[in-house]
């Protein structure tokens, strides 16, 4: 039984289709890691996708934020502990607007959920399942204490895993949010070629941006290339609404 995510899920129940939506483990890396691959079950009619974003340490992105709301676009929004305690004003916009953002676990301080001592894109890792679980715990119990609701979805930082602790982090209960379409590569990419990757996404896709840096170009490539898939027709869903 888990403490925060209440009875637990069997990797076969995990396999039939408890999830929303199909995760697949991806390609192991060079560096022994896995970057998990998700997408929306497949159904007949428009273009649909699922819009997930990072709220890793750092700010708020207003232009992304007011555009979703603007557009009546709803995200998941994998969130932090420390990226709550230092922008209560955005987390206010975020739970202002409950039809339209559903706050996910990103972790508490936003160790990857990695084993050993290498560092991942700059950032120390968890090393431990310990670590790795006190890291979900910390993260949900603050989005417990703000929403009310216990996360059922982690999404480690930097999207990669130790594939041996992905098995655990189902047992707590959880579902691991992969993603199928990285679109800002950490937010390090020009507005223009972010807003190019979102205009080709596919029919299923998950898309995975952030919103904690409103002081970078990918920002506003994200705001603009989600409007462009708006005005071609394509739906979007939230994880916990995707059939």
């Not at 989600?226 to 027709?233: D, I, V």
């Given at each position: ?25 991806g390609?192991v890396?060079?560096?022994?890691l896995v970057e ?15 819009v997930?974003?990072?709220a890793?340490?750092?700010?708020f ?10 557009r ?24 202002k607007h409950p039809g ?15 084993l ?8 120390k ?8 679980q006190v ?5 949900a ?10 996360p ?5 930082a ?11 982090i189902?047992?707590?209960?959880l ?15 020009p507005?223009?070629m ?15 941006g952030h ?8 920002g ?5 290339g ?8 394509v739906?979007f ?5 995707a059939?």
């Open positions: 039984m888990c403490g925060f995510c209440g009875e637990k899920l069997s990797r076969r129940q995990f396999c039939q289709g408890v999830l929303a939506a199909p995760l697949a483990m390609a890396r060079k560096d022994g998990p691959i998700l997408r929306l079950q497949p159904q007949s009619g428009p273009r649909r996708v699922a997930t974003l990072d890793c340490p750092g700010q992105d207003p232009r992304i934020a007011t555009l979703l709301v603007e009546n676009i709803p995200a998941t929004i994998f969130i932090t502990a420390i990226w709550m305690r230092m922008n209560p004003g955005g987390l206010a916009f975020f739970l339209l953002f559903t706050l996910e676990n990103h972790g508490a301080w936003h160790l990857p959920p990695v050993g001592t290498e560092r991942v894109y700059g950032l890792v968890a090393g431990s399942w310990a670590a790795i890291e979900i715990e910390s993260g119990a603050m989005i417990h204490k703000v929403t009310g609701r216990w059922g979805w982690y999404r480690g930097a999207g990669l895993y130790t594939p041996s602790v992905v098995p655990q189902e047992a707590l209960g579902r691991v949010a992969g993603y199928s379409l990285n679109s800002d590569e950490g937010a390090s990419l507005a223009a972010v807003a190019a990757r979102i205009m080709s996404a596919r029919d299923g896709d998950v898309i995975e919103i904690n840096q409103p002081r970078r170009d990918s506003a490539g994200i705001a603009a989600l409007a462009a898939l708006q005005a071609s027709g739906q869903a939230r994880l916990d609404e059939a």
